[in-house]
């Protein structure tokens, strides 16, 4: 007898849980991240994905339906108008600085000067919005000249502080801050329809909720990875300040986000705390104690953190074995995952592993020969989930369904 919709989606996601509560489901579960796989998959430009909403949400649609996971992640409704209306610096898109079939390119830069940590820590809101934005988006260069905005508390002189509004520079800002706005409304807002109807058509996501460690955020935003690298060595005192701060401001708004979403659920990836980053003492100063406070918030506000470990986090394990046990699932790109099961399997569902090299050029062979190794060594007694190391924009159509297939059809646990 054929399921209904609402029991598919009960039996997908409670599939999930199980693995996530280390129980043994009835089979292994599938979570694919797609990336802008179903571009490709639909025959579409990747550019169009980021200027064309009806046509992204369709090919996406396509794409789970015929796949058929067990939970998707993403996808990513990103507005290149939006980009464009911003003159962002600290992003490329198709046909915006990479190819109109390539995905999008993040640009890292040194955002936070050396010496701006005080300014950053003693008014973090004034220092974003007259420092740091006007650095990263052209068309908000101009708020540079913004007054301080404590300034703004002065209201028995609102004329002579307001002024500044009226200013052609700063009146073009708010123009241009109110065209990005509502066009960033439909695509925000379509992502939240395209979720309501994948569950409604019983396939549940994980959720658009996100955090990084904080580590990440000065890493990746602020100082880049070069500048980071030297504070750890010349300023450690002034980064592990910001770290602290920038920790609980994490917690909080991606507790107030999850909730609103009414997704229990929050994406982490993890950018610099790989074995090939940076050292054992690093990691034990500077990485891992904000992002253990981190993932022990969420998971005591009632949400799952669905984290992955990009890069190599084989001698890290023994620290994950700190996190709250059963609530967590961790995605390995390139980690030993047998290694990661003995250590981790009886503390956190485990992720992953499967690499997209494989789904990109391998032989339907090598594909089933490599699921049936994670399968039997790492999904041994629950606690797995199948899933590739990393995004799958690239994947071969063919070779993925081959993967999936098998998955389903190997991967089912003895009642």
């Given at each position: 007898?054929?399921k209904?919709?609402?029991?598919?989606?009960?039996?997908?996601?409670g599939r999930?849980?199980?693995?996530?509560?280390?129980?043994?489901?009835?089979?292994?579960?599938?979570?694919?991240?797609?990336?802008?796989?179903?571009?490709k998959?639909?025959?579409m430009?990747?550019?169009?994905?980021?200027?064309?909403?009806?046509?992204?949400?369709?090919?996406?649609?396509k794409?789970?339906?015929?796949?058929?996971p067990?939970m998707?992640?993403?996808?990513?409704?990103?507005?290149?108008?939006?980009?464009?209306?911003?003159?962002?610096?600290?992003?490329?898109?198709?046909?915006?600085?990479?190819?109109?079939?390539?995905?999008?390119?993040?640009?890292?830069?040194?955002?936070?000067?050396?010496?701006e940590?005080?300014?950053?820590?003693?008014?973090?809101?004034?220092?974003?919005?007259?420092?740091?934005?006007?650095?990263?988006c052209k068309?908000?260069e101009?708020?540079?000249?913004l007054?301080?905005?404590?300034?703004?508390?002065?209201?028995?002189?609102?004329?002579?502080?307001?002024?500044?509004?009226?200013?052609?520079?700063?009146?073009?800002?708010?123009?241009?801050?109110?065209?990005?706005?509502?066009?960033?409304?439909?695509?925000?807002?379509?992502?939240?329809?395209?979720?309501?109807?994948?569950?409604?058509?019983g396939?549940?996501?994980?959720?658009?909720?996100?955090?990084?460690?904080?580590?990440?955020?000065?890493?990746?935003?602020?100082?880049?990875?070069?500048?980071?690298m030297?504070?750890?060595?010349?300023?450690?005192?002034?980064?592990?300040?910001?770290?602290?701060?920038?920790?609980?401001?994490?917690?909080?708004?991606?507790?107030?986000?999850?909730?609103?979403?009414?997704i229990?659920?929050?994406?982490i990836?993890?950018?610099?705390?790989?074995?090939?980053?940076?050292?054992?003492?690093?990691?034990?100063?500077?990485?891992?104690?904000?992002?253990?406070?981190l993932?022990?918030?969420l998971?005591?506000?009632?949400?799952?953190?669905?984290?992955?470990?990009e890069?190599?986090?084989?001698?890290?394990?023994?620290?994950?074995?700190?996190l709250?046990?059963?609530?967590?699932i961790g995605?390995?790109?390139?980690?030993?995952?047998?290694?990661?099961?003995?250590?981790l399997?009886?503390?956190?569902?485990?992720?992953?592993?499967?690499?997209v090299?494989?789904?990109?050029?391998?032989?339907p062979?090598?594909?089933?020969?490599?699921?049936?190794?994670?399968?039997?060594?790492?999904?041994?007694?629950?606690?797995?989930v199948?899933?590739?190391?990393s995004?799958?924009?690239e994947?071969?159509?063919?070779?993925?369904?081959i993967?999936?297939?098998?998955?389903?059809q190997?991967?089912?646990y003895k009642?």
């Open positions: 007898m054929k209904s919709p609402e029991e598919s989606y009960q039996e997908r996601i999930i849980y199980d693995a996530i509560q280390l129980k043994v489901p009835d089979r292994v579960p599938i979570y694919l991240g797609f990336g802008y796989f179903a571009a998959y639909v025959g430009s990747v550019e169009e994905a980021f200027y064309d909403l009806n046509k992204w949400f369709l090919a996406n649609k794409t789970i339906m015929e796949f058929k067990d998707y992640e993403g996808p990513d409704f990103k507005s290149g108008l939006v980009m464009e209306i911003l003159g962002s610096k600290i992003v490329r898109w198709p046909g915006h600085g990479v190819s109109s079939s390539h995905t999008f390119q993040f640009v890292e830069g040194e955002y936070m000067k050396a010496d940590y005080d300014a950053f820590l003693d008014d973090p809101s004034d220092y974003i919005i007259r420092t740091y934005l006007p650095r990263v068309t908000l101009p708020l540079k000249n007054p301080p905005l404590w300034l703004f508390l002065y209201q028995d002189t609102p004329t002579a502080l307001f002024a500044v509004f009226g200013n052609a520079e700063i009146s073009a800002v708010l123009e241009s801050l109110l065209k990005a706005g509502r066009e960033a409304k439909k695509w925000v807002a379509a992502g939240e329809a395209f979720d309501k109807e994948m569950a409604e058509l396939f549940p996501t994980v959720g658009r909720t996100l955090a990084m460690a904080p580590f990440d955020v000065i890493s990746a935003f602020f100082r880049g990875i070069r500048g980071s030297l504070d750890i060595y010349r300023q450690p005192d002034k980064l592990l300040e910001a770290i602290e701060k920038i920790t609980q401001w994490m917690i909080d708004a991606t507790v107030a986000t999850a909730k609103k979403s009414k229990p659920r929050v994406l990836p993890l950018h610099r705390g790989s074995d090939e980053f940076m050292s054992p003492k690093h990691f034990e100063t500077f990485y891992w104690p904000s992002l253990k406070k993932i022990s918030g998971v005591n506000a009632g949400l799952t953190p669905f984290i992955w470990f890069g190599t986090y084989t001698t890290r394990l023994e620290y994950l074995t700190e709250p046990k059963g609530k967590v995605f390995f790109e390139k980690t030993d995952m047998i290694k990661a099961k003995e250590i399997g009886d503390i956190m569902c485990i992720g992953g592993g499967m690499p090299s494989l789904l990109q050029v391998g032989t062979q090598q594909i089933r020969k490599y699921a049936k190794k994670l399968i039997d060594k790492v999904g041994e007694g629950g606690g797995f199948m899933s590739a190391g995004a799958l924009d994947a071969n159509p063919q070779l993925l369904k993967w999936v297939d098998f998955t389903k190997y991967g089912k009642r």
